[in-house]
């Protein structure tokens, strides 16, 4: 979705010492830090270049991060338990030491 590739990637390994402590779930920083279903409305919104993701806001917290919760881990099961590959195009946007 992100045609702009605006978007890197890092492990959180890479960015603790940013990051507040015993983080286990998605990440995102633009114009703040966003954590759990934030980051997840958030990296859709700037990979579309549209705010129309937003309207999830709506929506209570506590509920989208028990559905982000629910969602991350099963996301195995979800998926059948294929693993993807990483597009080429999308790797080079990973940052690593």
Request: net charge positive; with cysteine; aromatic share 10%.
């Amino acid at each position: 979705m992100d045609r702009r590739e605006k978007i890197y990637f890092a492990s959180i390994k890479e960015l603790e010492d940013i990051l507040p402590k015993n983080i286990d779930s998605a990440v995102y920083y633009s114009d703040d830090l966003y954590i759990r279903s934030d980051a997840v409305i958030e990296v859709l919104n700037d990979a579309t270049n549209t705010r129309v993701f937003s309207v999830i806001k709506v929506m209570p917290e506590f509920f989208r991060n028990r559905l982000y919760d629910f969602i991350a881990g099963n996301r195995h099961r979800l998926n059948k338990g294929d693993s993807c590959e990483i597009n080429p195009k999308v790797r080079k946007r990973i940052i690593s030491s």
